[in-house]
């Protein structure tokens, strides 16, 4: 399964513009001021930016949250069980008309 969005910019640049948003937070008023003045100075839009900081601190343990790769094994279990359950119906309809198929067959004879 492939993302719905395309990812504009390299880790590089998102681990840098994360950096300094934590690094020039003390220069802004608020942390979503220093966040705005970043996002405009590297192209991307400030809620862009602010999701990337969350994610970080979560990852590196500074807030409570799902980690990126817990999130991203869990989405991934969530997708075989969908497919898991869309086979196990297919085989549960195939198991029924082969079943009333047989009984067909014996009415017949």
Known sequence: MTSKTTNKFSPKVRARAMRMVLDHEAEHPSRWSAITSISAKIGCTAQTLSEWVKKAEIDSGRKPGLMTETTAK????????????QANEILLKASAHFAQAELDRRQRS
């Open 74 to 85: 869990r989405k991934a279990l969530e997708g075989a069980n969908r497919d898991l359950r």
